[in-house]
């Protein structure tokens, strides 16, 4: 069972926006870093952006620089992905993860806790 529960997927068009939710609130325990991965139909799931428990340090792809935004806010114990000026090549589905403690925002294998995912299909 889901540690995680991401909300805030749907239908959009392109340079429209959405912002996705994520529900950290059973993981505070885990002090490592917080992500955004997407997955692409037929494509492997990638890094999007992620960001130390602090909030200080935040690592995007270049594909989502400058348009998407990872925050948190610890009183909701809920992490947000902006996104702005969507492309259709940023569907797919969307997945928060967590690592248990602190390995790099790009140590892809430490992220051990997922969320179930949510769809975000950019189509006009």
């Known amino acids: 069972q889901e540690q995680l529960v991401e909300s805030g997927g749907g239908l959009v068009q392109p340079g429209g926006s959405l912002r996705l939710s994520c529900d950290v609130s059973k993981l505070m325990q885990s002090l490592g870093a917080r992500a955004w991965f997407r997955q692409a139909p037929e494509k492997e799931r990638e890094l999007v952006s992620a960001m130390t428990i602090t909030g200080l340090n935040t690592w995007y792809a270049d594909s989502v620089k400058g348009r998407f935004i990872i925050s948190k806010d610890d009183a909701k114990n809920t992490m947000y992905l902006q996104m702005n000026n969507l492309k259709i090549e940023d569907t797919g589905v969307y997945y928060c993860?967590?690592?248990?403690?602190?390995?790099?925002?790009?140590?892809?294998?430490?992220?051990?806790?997922w969320g179930q995912g949510t769809q975000v299909p950019v189509s006009s």
């Open positions: 993860a967590v690592q248990t403690s602190p390995s790099g925002l790009l140590a892809f294998g430490a992220y051990n806790d």
